[in-house]
DNA sequence: TAATATATAAACTGTTCAGTTTAGTTTATT
DNA sequence: AATAAACTAAACTGAACAGTTTATATATTA
């Protein structure tokens, strides 16, 4: 189950720590974050979590990680399954700008992009299990509906990087810096349908 | 000609010391710049330095204010003049695709990202003089071409927002994040090419 | 040339914080 | 109950760093 994806680990307050430092990070990001206010808040001693997490650095990467793994897993559920290819679009977009505008997934991406200069491996690991998952998600799904004659693209993993960006539409940006704490359902809605609109006008079969 | 955008200033050193911050956060980010780096870089005291600027944060957002401001200048320019809509937006994503996979664009994108939650000014003032008058810009040509019965377009603040974002296209998230360290020119037409041919067969009228 | 502005180097203050160490305590296992 | 593994609190180390102060020097202007 909670496999701790590196080889480090022991004993039986490592959940403890990690939801600790969930918390704390989410809430201060990075540099604002102290060690010290990560084992308060996990209710653990310091010697503990320096136990299991040889520095601060890798404790966030630990963090962001399964952050990242569980948002995606369930961002990327079956898009398979419903046939028609629009609806489906629809239901991948609205998980994909849910997820871009939680305050989970902004933070992380805050964080991410504010450190990966200074620790690359960051950057990574937040792209291969995020970003990188929707993204090959994306292709085979799209070359199946090609493959199915229900699309019609020559590139499709550019068509792959295009929709994601399509369900930013300036939200993600203005979230992200702060120059809005919300965005109505009305506003997703209007972006899901502009970019499923925008996408399929493309790359859709004419009927 | 350089005004000091906000109401500190005086003396001779000013443009010395804003050069010398703009080299050193450039090139190691917020957190990671010392100000003893940056009076060395700017070959310059820190009473000088401090004389001119209450604290760091407010040195940093000069700077951002100053590289933002010149490149967005330099990116809107005139789309205007060439009648050619495909052609104007062709032009105007080569210019932001450029701008957004720059050193300097990327740089001051992962500080403002990375620090704007602490400091909400500097998110704000990092979109008034960039993104939004990018915006700001479009939305213009694009009410013109939509008047002069070139585009058809229900929302244009919508279709602002998604031609900017079809720029991206991955790219930018993968510079961002370190994953890559350059991108070749055909990828950048392929990306521009992309985003237009998307743009232009939702919004382009049928002739 | 005297007076005023601006600049300088360098030492200093005060704080924050990651990571270590120590000496002792709790928990699980046999 | 004995033993070992995991945990704890708390003090400590060492370094980094923003911002201040002081005593001095160099331009600029009147």
Aim: one cysteine or more; hydrophobic letters at 45%.
């Amino acid at each position: 189950m909670n496999a701790p994806g590196s080889v480090l680990k022991q004993g039986r307050k490592w959940d403890q720590v990690l939801e600790g430092a969930r918390t704390v990070f989410m809430r201060d990001g990075f540099e604002g974050a102290s060690v010290d206010d990560i084992v308060r808040e996990a209710g653990v001693s310091k010697a503990t979590l320096y136990s299991y997490f040889p520095d601060k650095r890798l404790l966030f990467l630990e963090v962001a990680k399964s952050e990242c793994k569980a948002q995606s897993d369930a961002a990327i559920q079956q898009i398979e399954g419903s046939g028609d290819v629009r609806e489906a679009l629809t239901t991948a977009a609205g998980r994909m700008v849910r997820f871009f505008l939680s305050d989970v997934g902004m933070q992380v991406f805050r964080i991410v992009v504010g450190e990966s200069q200074r620790f690359p491996e960051i950057g990574r690991e937040f792209y291969a299990s995020g970003p990188q998952m929707v993204r090959d998600m994306l292709i085979r799904f799209l070359n199946r509906a090609v493959s199915e004659g229900k699309l019609q693209i020559d590139d499709v993993a550019l068509a792959a990087d295009q929709f994601p960006e399509l369900c930013k539409a300036g939200l993600h940006m203005q979230m992200v810096l702060g120059l809005r704490d919300a965005v109505s359902e009305e506003e997703i809605d209007r972006v899901i349908d502009g970019a499923v609109e925008m996408f399929m006008s493309q790359y859709g079969v004419a009927r």
